[in-house]
């Protein structure tokens, strides 16, 4: 026996296309066999995006059943050697992130159950119809780099050595077994009677076969064969007992008819239980399976299990299941196959032999022999696995958030965080929001990309060490903010106030509660979600009619309501860029209806300082009046009107210049302004800028003006960047009052525009100020760049790791396919 504990992937269970026959039965058998006789597992995992499976009483209670993630397996890898075991690696319609789990980079070796490669070999009908190739290969991929696959025929096994490569001594024919359930009937017991019962249309003695409705099970032939029987067509019914659907029925209605058949020659059951298709294969004089391919045949197995008399196409591996040359024909003969219908039903001699068939089946298909072989095989991971062991794995992370090219300031930051950090450190793959039409897929520096809104849909949050969500308080953060709330994890927030980001949530999710994107059809309002979640946070202290007035963020300041508390409530670690944010988080956890000693630990990781190369700055030639610019989006809180006010107050002129968009009524009034006070020509407003035009306007200003009547405990971008540039900054950020003293030139959030005229003199025309300001700035710029907060981010991120997961951040990772 293998010295590796065994991690049983029972994801094949929880399948809605397959959980409760073929594969999914084969997984829960064969996990139920491999308790009953002994095999060393440590846990059976099951995926806890998917619905929890009914499981058999043996797997309930003598199995440790836990859900599949990245600290689990590490738990589980601590007590030794570990086999993470795949029950079904090709499971539709899961995604592969679904089915083979980044945690198999945790365990020893890699084991999987492989079935068959029909899509791989009769890719037409499969794969070329639904554009899955890609999709069906990749999971293909994955199973040629396991140390160990457990083939349930030798025809898969023959099929993988000769199709894929495999190596012969890495895949075993373990077979397959057939559940108790299907039994033959007591002395006694009439068989007929109760299978007519359970399907009222049989009046007669009947052949039966369980198909499908799809190329590879040819009813098609078997309907046109019985038509041209002798004995068969006269003496019985034939009962096809499948689901089928109802364009399917129609099908093969229409071919009953177009051979000569009558409709009620034959049955067409639809889906039956476990219970009637066991009464029908009790009861059938011959059971009949013209599959052009299996890769194994479980019908049959289960048929003569019930003491019918078998026959079977000679494709694949059916001529395993009953071991005789005389039980089968050429799928595609419809002539032959009707020859052994008649002489199966007919001679006796022949009769007795499919008897005696079924009953050697019975023998050689058990579930406990399969699962004997199974351990036997386990063996080998002790000489296979080792080659696999040759290179340390590093955390895993997701980063979550908007990205470049997304207009948005956080985007840009965390870009270039990702661009700083060590790649021997962490290995990062990242969820993007919001990415234009067209800009797919973001230029970041990743492991991996992926849309935000596939995290915990398509792909499994839990094979990540820590996921990383980037958040803002602008709509290009919902998906992000969904996200966070089906998988929690980490919060990097640039904002404490994130009521913008929440008006923006509600406004999309009553669209996809209108249409029922999410379900059930809801027509609550924007007002009443919005006002549902406020409660939900904050109790009953929020008005009836709170949000019905306004959609404007500001209108909210007052309310106390920041929506921080709600974003962040069940987050495993928050990051804020300055200790005002953090405060006033916790100012916010205080006035919720959350415990206070439920906030989140904070981390405070200040605003890193850009090169002038990140944003662009160019030396400009200047004009012959000093310019001052205010950067980013033109909004009233940023009081422009106020900054107008004061240039006009200069007593020699200066140009001002709004460096961004600005919304055309805040245009106007500034326009208005600027004329009443004569400084017209010195104003401008320039629109969107791009990266270049941007860093040009550094390069030309001598000093840059970021006021705030209300902040939200952001770090502005724009003062930062103004830094980087060795650009003087006048600011009412109240967040810059962290920088180093003299860094920048601090005022009043109420500044009136007389002080701010003085402000701008001394830096403007002051050379000792200025001398001081530019040696405070490149002190500073030196001294906190991004590889800076890079380097505590992994930190951080390398904190919040559960402890079993980083006593085995040192296990093996597997080297990838890179063609089949």
């Not at 002395?187 to 409705?213: C, K, L, Q």
């Not at 990743?446 to 308080?473: M, S």
């Not at 404490?496 to 249409?515: P, V």
Request: net charge negative.
């Amino acid at each position: 026996m293998s010295s590796h504990r065994l991690f049983i992937d029972l994801q094949a269970a929880q399948s809605s296309d397959s959980g409760h026959r073929g594969l999914g039965r084969y997984a829960v058998e064969l996990t139920g066999a491999l308790i009953r006789n002994g095999a060393p597992i440590d846990s059976v995992g099951l995926n806890p995006l998917l619905p929890t499976p009914m499981l058999p009483a043996e797997i309930v209670d003598h199995a440790h059943i836990v859900d599949i993630d990245a600290e689990t397996l590490d738990r589980a890898r601590s007590k030794g050697p570990l086999a993470y075991h795949v029950m079904s690696p090709m499971q539709a319609p899961y995604d592969i992130d679904l089915v083979l789990p980044r945690a198999i980079e945790r365990a020893d070796a890699l084991v999987s159950v492989v079935y068959d490669l029909i899509p791989f070999l009769f890719a037409d009908p499969y794969l070329m119809r639904d554009n899955s190739v890609e999709h069906h290969l990749g999971r293909l991929r994955h199973l040629k780099t396991a140390d160990l696959l457990l083939a349930i025929s030798d025809r898969t096994r023959l099929d993988f050595i000769e199709h894929l490569g495999v190596e012969p001594d890495r895949i075993v024919n373990i077979g397959t077994g057939v559940s108790s359930f299907f039994s033959p009937a007591e002395p006694g017991h009439d068989s007929f009677a109760e299978a007519a019962r359970a399907v009222p249309a049989i009046d007669r003695p009947f052949i039966m076969s369980v198909p499908a409705f799809e190329w590879r099970k040819n009813a098609g032939n078997l309907i046109r064969a019985f038509a041209r029987t002798k004995t068969a067509r006269n003496e019985t019914r034939l009962v096809i007992a499948c689901s089928v659907p109802p364009h399917g029925e129609k099908v093969w209605r229409a071919l009953v008819r177009e051979v000569g058949l009558d409709d009620d020659d034959v049955v067409i059951t639809g889906f039956v239980d476990d219970a009637t298709l066991r009464s029908l294969y009790r009861a059938t004089r011959l059971f009949v399976f013209p599959s052009r391919y299996e890769g194994f045949g479980l019908p049959v197995a289960e048929a003569a299990r019930c003491g019918a008399p078998c026959i079977t196409s000679d494709r694949g591996s059916l001529t395993e299941v009953l071991d005789l040359a005389a039980s089968t024909f050429d799928p595609e003969n419809v002539e032959e196959m009707a020859t052994v219908i008649d002489r199966a039903l007919t001679d006796e001699d022949l009769r007795a032999e499919l008897f005696a068939a079924s009953g050697r089946s019975v023998a050689a298909h058990s579930w406990d022999n399969t699962a004997l072989r199974a351990i036997e095989a386990y063996g080998r991971l002790d000489r296979v696995a080792a080659p696999y062991r040759s290179r340390a794995r590093k955390p895993l992370v997701a980063v979550v958030g908007p990205m470049p090219p997304v207009a948005s300031g956080v985007a840009v930051y965390t870009a270039r965080v990702l661009d700083e950090i060590d790649p021997d450190r962490l290995d990062i793959d990242v969820y993007a929001d919001s990415v234009p039409v067209g800009s797919w897929p973001p230029a970041m520096k990743a492991r991996r990309l992926f849309p935000a809104a596939a995290l915990g849909v398509n792909t499994n949050p839990h094979d990540y060490d820590a996921i990383v969500y980037c958040l803002g308080t602008s709509r290009f953060h919902i998906d992000t903010l969904n996200a966070m709330r089906r998988c929690p994890g980490i919060v990097w927030t640039h904002d404490a106030n994130l009521m913008g980001l929440y008006l923006e949530w509600a406004e999309r999710l009553q669209w996809e509660l209108k249409f029922g994107w999410r379900g059930e059809r809801d027509e609550r309002s924007v007002d009443a979600i919005l006002r549902d979640e406020a409660r939900s946070t904050y109790g009953d202290r929020v008005p009836e009619t709170m949000f019905a007035t306004s959609r404007t963020y500001a209108d909210y300041v007052d309310t106390g309501v920041k929506f921080a508390a709600s974003a962040i409530a069940r987050a495993k670690h928050v990051i804020v860029n300055s200790t005002l944010a953090r405060d006033l988080i916790v100012d916010d956890f205080v006035h919720s209806a959350h415990p206070i000693d439920a906030t989140p630990s904070i981390s405070v990781l200040a605003h890193a300082v850009p090169t002038a190369q990140m944003v662009r700055r160019t030396a400009s030639t200047r004009s012959a009046r000093p310019t001052v610019v205010a950067l980013g989006f033109c909004v009233p809180r940023k009081r422009p009107l106020v900054i107008v006010e004061a240039i006009a107050k200069l007593a020699r002129p200066v140009d001002l210049v709004f460096v961004g968009s600005c919304v055309p009524a805040l245009e106007r009034e500034i326009d208005t302004l600027a004329r009443r006070l004569g400084v017209r020509d010195q104003v401008l407003i320039t629109d969107y800028v791009s990266d270049a035009e941007y860093g040009a306007w550094l390069g030309r200003a001598q000093c840059a003006v970021q006021l705030r009547d209300i902040d939200f405990g952001e770090s502005t971008g724009t003062v930062h960047d103004a830094i980087a540039a060795r650009l003087p900054v006048i600011t009412s950020v109240r967040s810059c009052r962290e920088l180093p003293p003299g860094t920048v030139v601090n005022v009043d959030q109420t500044v009136t525009a007389e002080r701010l005229a003085a402000a701008l003199d001394d830096v403007l025309f002051d050379d000792a100020t200025r001398i001081a300001l530019d040696q405070a700035m490149r002190d500073y710029a030196e001294s906190w760049r991004f590889a800076d907060v890079a380097e505590q981010f992994v930190e951080i991120v390398e904190s919040a790791i559960p402890a079993s997961s980083k006593d085995f951040l040192i296990s093996q990772r597997r080297t990838p396919i890179t063609n089949i």
